[in-house]
Structures are given as C-alpha cells and as structure tokens.
C-alpha cells in the first residue's frame, strides 16, 4: 500500500477537483500535516469520513511552522495561542503527530525569528513526550538546531523528516546518537536533487518514507505535487537502492508501509 507520511490536503483541495477520491481511489494512507485553524479541522473531517466509510485512513497532525514568525508584530501571541490548540489536540488524542515544526533558517527574514523558532520548537516537543506522539520536522539551513537538541529527539517515540535535505553523514550521526529517525523523500529524487539522491539510495530501508508534499513539490512540467506520483517515487527509489544491492519496487512500498504503520501504530 502507498503512504503519504506528509502532505496538505486543505491546500491540495484548490488545486485538485476530487482529491480525497483520488486518495481513495490510490488507496493512500496519509498523514496530513496543519499549522492552520482551518486547514486542521478540514483534515479531521476528511479523516472522520474516511473512518466512517472503513476506506483507507488519512490521520490528521498540527503543529507550529517555524515560518510562521516571519518577524511580524504579535507573532508571538498567535504562537501561544496555537500551542494552546496543540495541547488540547494531543490531550483529546485528536492528532496522530506533531507536525510540522522544526526551524527554518533560509533567509534573514527568518534568522530574525530564531529565538521564536528555538522557544516554540522545545514547547511542542514537551507535548509530543507527554502525550508520546511522533514529530514531524521542518528543516532548512538548520541541521546544526537539530544536533542541539538531539537529545530532546532521541526521547521522542519517532521523528520524522520531511523532505530530507541533509547529509548522508548527519542521518547517520542522527541514529547513531539514538533519535529513532525517519527520511522521507519526494520528488526531489526525480528532480537531480544529488544529495537526496545518495541518502535514499543508502539509508538503511527501516528508516525510509515517501511523501507528496503536496501540492508543494511538483514535478517538472507540473504545477502542483499529488497522489499520483506516489508510484513513480517509489520506483525512483528502488532504481537507486538497485544500484546499492536493495530490493525491487514491490518490496520497498511493502517496507516503507510497515516502517510508516510502526510509527503510527497502525495495525
């Protein structure tokens, strides 16, 4: 079976007519990420629905983005105020994960909220290991944050990369410290991204997910990224761990799906 372990359906839904049936339809099981009021509660209905009709599940996660400080005037107050909803969240076993939170150093626009970013990233850690809930981490030009608080992560239940951007030597660094950590890849492997290339092509299987981002992350010619390309990561990813003696196609999506259901605990 294909698993999403990071996509954004609210946001899908106003580039794809039908994009839940087509979710179906793939059987795809998906864990949608939410940093909004409105695009949570859009994907707790759609998984509501999905569990009423005994169709394949989507789970439903909510977190603080780091981008969303971005220096603006009473960031601050709304950063509380959605750490008061993560709580309740997790509380009410309402989410599957925390997600996504992380840091994002990119630009000067967000080095400006990196106190922030560092302030709220160790907050929604604390309700992930109250409530034992997997992270799902946003990380750009920020990896040297992550080694910081390695230490916080190697207590949480999973953490989860999404879009890995990093080195194969710092993933490698990562479990050998003991953080239980996931990779997971999109199409950036389709779009001669060299370093996510290498590491889905050696990291260990145990540790690998696949993801759409979507409709952040299209394909070349495409204006958004979308269920369908699901069979296409996977067989990308199984031509680069051919190269390094892995499996074929068939048994990279039957690992990938047990590695995504340990970390959900799905049955």
Same mark, same amino acid.
């Given at each position: 079976?294909?698993? #999403?372990?990071?996509?954004?359906?609210? #946001?899908?839904?106003?580039?794809?007519?039908? %994009?839940?049936?087509?979710?179906?339809?793939?059987?795809?099981?998906?864990?949608?990420?939410?940093?909004?009021? !409105?695009?949570?509660?859009?994907?707790?209905?759609?998984? =509501? @629905?999905? %569990?009423?009709?005994?169709?394949?599940?989507?789970?439903?996660?909510?977190?603080?983005?780091?981008?969303?400080?971005?220096?603006?005037?009473?960031?601050?107050?709304?950063?509380?105020?959605?750490?008061?909803?993560? #709580?309740?969240?997790?509380? !009410?076993?309402?989410?599957?994960?925390?997600?996504?939170?992380?840091? #994002?150093?990119?630009?000067?626009?967000?080095?400006?909220? !990196?106190?922030?970013?560092?302030?709220?990233?160790?907050?929604?850690? !604390?309700?992930?290991?109250?409530?034992?809930?997997?992270?799902?981490? =946003?990380?750009? @030009?920020?990896? =040297?944050?992550?080694?910081?608080?390695?230490?916080?992560?190697?207590?949480?239940? %999973?953490?989860?990369? =999404?879009?890995?951007?990093?080195?194969?030597?710092?993933?490698?660094?990562?479990?050998?410290?003991?953080?239980?950590?996931?990779?997971?890849?999109?199409?950036?492997?389709?779009?001669?991204?060299?370093?996510?290339?290498?590491?889905?092509?050696?990291?260990?299987?145990?540790?690998?997910?696949?993801?759409?981002?979507?409709?952040?992350?299209? *394909?070349?010619?495409?204006?958004?990224?979308?269920?369908?390309?699901?069979?296409?990561?996977?067989?990308?990813?199984?031509?680069?761990?051919?190269?390094?003696?892995?499996?074929?196609?068939?048994?990279?999506?039957? *690992?990938?799906?047990?590695?995504?259901?340990?970390?959900?605990?799905?049955?």
């Amino acid at each position: 079976m294909l698993t #999403d372990v990071h996509c954004h359906p609210f #946001d899908l839904a106003g580039c794809l007519q039908n %994009a839940e049936k087509e979710r179906r339809r793939l059987s795809v099981i998906a864990a949608a990420s939410a940093c909004r009021f !409105e695009e949570f509660a859009h994907n707790e209905n759609l998984a =509501h @629905r999905a %569990a009423s009709e005994n169709t394949v599940p989507l789970l439903p996660c909510f977190a603080i983005h780091p981008q969303m400080f971005r220096g603006e005037k009473g960031q601050k107050e709304a950063g509380d105020e959605h750490l008061s909803v993560l #709580d309740k969240l997790a509380s !009410e076993k309402r989410i599957a994960a925390v997600g996504e939170c992380g840091f #994002d150093l990119f630009n000067e626009t967000f080095r400006e909220t !990196e106190a922030l970013q560092e302030k709220f990233f160790k907050a929604q850690t !604390e309700i992930a290991l109250r409530f034992n809930l997997p992270v799902v981490l =946003h990380v750009r @030009r920020a990896m =040297h944050k992550i080694f910081a608080v390695s230490n916080i992560l190697k207590k949480c239940r %999973a953490v989860i990369f =999404h879009s890995w951007s990093g080195a194969l030597e710092e993933g490698e660094a990562l479990l050998r410290r003991g953080v239980n950590a996931y990779f997971s890849f999109g199409n950036t492997i389709l779009l001669n991204h060299k370093q996510a290339i290498r590491c889905c092509a050696l990291f260990p299987a145990d540790r690998l997910l696949t993801e759409t981002d979507a409709p952040f992350q299209p *394909q070349r010619g495409e204006n958004f990224s979308c269920w369908k390309n699901l069979p296409q990561i996977i067989e990308t990813a199984a031509a680069l761990r051919h190269e390094a003696g892995s499996s074929d196609s068939i048994k990279l999506e039957s *690992q990938i799906e047990t590695n995504f259901k340990n970390i959900f605990e799905i049955n």
